[in-house]
């Protein structure tokens, strides 16, 4: 029996509480009963706010959550995203004596393992804390897992569990399938965050695809002082990327950093299909001859072949102006639903596009036009894969240094002259034209086909030998509603005739329970009217409501 994760669930649940409550009267005002209400940006503004105090308050496990949550537009409004997006994994450290048994657990007594030991953390996050060292006297960087994490990952993992059935109870059908796909993908990339050996493989892997590249550091694994639960590297300083003035101090050229570290993420994603994942400024360094240097691998991730492809088109079409190939992309990568209105969606792409634009038609920005398509998404709401959600993340945190660095960088147009340096868009229109020749092979083979199996669909109808099977689909049964109210307003009207006869020529007890009938059955149709679920339709995103959202902002 695990005590401690029901603990955790009492202290989570008081925790959340507050917001419960109030989402249980969104869907009903009196909480069993009474219609719902609508809620406004600055309400949803304030619960996010009171959703990461709980978050930061709750401690590791809760901070990774609620990482992973601001990458997920198709759960949240976009003004938790914003706010939880601010969420910075660092937490106090630890003592020093557990963390010193962690480590010695791992690879031996400290004075046999290494030169010199500092006690004192360099760097602190929820699962894991930073110390410098030296072994054979190089300097080395210490990652140490924190003491007791894993049974309070553990504990807090279950109660993640536990709570889904209750969380799913205040969403739609939709988003619950999100938050069971959020619930599988949290567990296994916090265990794998926790495998030090993951990470170290990982920042291998990606080290030896940057080996050629000079404007590109990775300190490389000490492997023979490093384990599931220690992971040592070589130590690499520098400053601190979001120091821009400090980066002046020292004659770096932003902008090439900028450069640089746009086409770094470029490679990763769209190459070599590895990518660290957490591009925050914590993890990203410049040594004073601009190379950057990059840190923490423990969140990173893998893109397929195809999503890479998917990407490269969406990049393409963006650089286009190519409103139809976005669409088709996004609904290719899963991000965009099929059923979704077409015409509606290239609004949001057209006018998100007009947006970033500006003054001059080639100045605009890609988080600018992700930030509409996640709006977007949790408006009609969509499903994000898991490593599309990550990809979305470092697109959006990437650009955010890029123009920190260099408030004139334009994202589009390098990540274009990359795809061109590259060929990607040379290929993108060879692929083109290439469908474009087997349609028309296709259409000219059902040129040939088709004559003869309409001449056989004539002969069939002369014959009157010709069936017409067609099915309606009505997933809100909106006809079922149309057919009860005709039914209500047909018994209503033959109801009040009823009563005005029998109070002039019959008696007055049936008179009057031929009233009380004929109340009832308007109050039942008054009802179906008044209810949300009526057969009136009210567009989810128009270009009206867009442009009064970011006049609201």
Request: hydrophobic share 40%; proline share 4%.
């Amino acid at each position: 029996m695990n005590l401690r994760a029901y603990w955790r669930f009492l202290v989570v649940a008081r925790r959340f509480l507050p917001l419960l409550l109030a989402y249980a009267r969104d869907r009903n005002r009196f909480l069993l009963f009474g219609r719902g209400r609508q809620v406004d940006a600055e309400t949803r503004q304030q619960r996010a706010e009171h959703l990461l105090d709980a978050l930061l308050t709750l401690g590791p496990t809760f901070i990774k959550l609620g990482q992973l949550l601001s990458t997920r537009p198709d759960i949240l409004p976009p003004e938790y995203i914003e706010v939880l997006s601010q969420l910075q994994d660092e937490v106090p450290p630890a003592e020093w004596e557990p963390a010193r048994e962690v480590l010695e657990d791992e690879l031996g007594p400290i004075d046999d393992r290494f030169d010199e030991f500092d006690t004192d953390p360099i760097s602190g996050a929820s699962l894991g804390q930073v110390y410098r060292a030296t072994v054979d006297g190089d300097d080395v960087a210490v990652k140490i897992r924190r003491p007791g994490v894993e049974s309070l990952v553990e504990a807090d993992l279950r109660v993640v569990k536990w709570s889904l059935p209750l969380l799913l109870r205040f969403v739609g059908e939709g988003r619950s399938f999100s938050l069971r796909n959020l619930a599988d993908e949290f567990d296994k990339t916090i265990r794998e965050e926790m495998d030090y050996q993951r990470e170290a493989a990982m920042l291998t892997e990606i080290r030896g695809n940057f080996s050629d590249d000079e404007a590109i550091k990775i300190p490389p694994v000490v492997e023979s002082h490093s384990g599931p639960r220690v992971l040592t590297m070589e130590y690499l300083p520098g400053t601190k990327i979001s120091r821009v003035d400090e980066l002046d101090e020292r004659g770096v050229d932003r902008g090439a950093v900028a450069e640089n570290l746009q086409r770094a993420y470029m490679q990763m994603i769209i190459d070599d299909g590895v990518f660290h994942a957490d591009p925050h400024p914590g993890n990203l360094a410049v040594q004073d001859d601009g190379t950057i240097v990059f840190y923490d691998f423990g969140m990173s991730g893998r893109v397929d072949a195809f999503l890479q492809e998917k990407i490269v088109d969406f990049y393409v079409a963006i650089a286009n102006q190519d409103i139809d190939g976005i669409l088709d992309a996004l609904i290719e990568m899963g991000t965009l639903s099929p059923d979704a209105d077409r015409a509606v969606m290239a609004d949001v792409m057209e006018l998100a596009i007009a947006d970033a634009r500006g003054e001059d038609i080639e100045q605009y920005r890609v988080q600018q036009i992700v930030g509409q398509i996640e709006d977007s998404i949790y408006e009609f709401p969509f499903r994000l894969p898991k490593n599309l959600a990550l990809v979305l993340r470092v697109a959006t945190v990437v650009e955010g240094v890029c123009v920190t660095l260099d408030e004139n960088h334009d994202f589009i147009s390098s990540a274009t002259e990359y795809l061109t340096e590259q060929g990607y868009r040379e290929e993108t229109a060879r692929r083109y034209v290439a469908e474009a020749g087997e349609q028309f092979r296709e259409s000219a083979e059902s040129a040939v086909r088709v004559p003869p199996k309409l001449e056989s669909a004539l002969d069939r109808v002369e014959r009157e030998d010709f069936h017409l099977r067609a099915d309606l689909e009505d997933s809100d049964d909106l006809l079922d509603k149309l057919a009860k109210r005709i039914v209500l307003g047909m018994l209503g009207a033959a109801g009040t005739l009823s009563t005005a006869l029998l109070y002039a020529w019959g008696t007055i007890l049936s008179a009057a329970i031929a009233g009380a009938f004929t109340v009832f059955v308007v109050a039942m149709l008054y009802r179906s009217f008044r209810s949300r679920r009526g057969i009136r339709a009210k567009p989810q995103f128009t270009r009206q409501s867009m442009r009064q959202r970011r006049g609201g902002d």
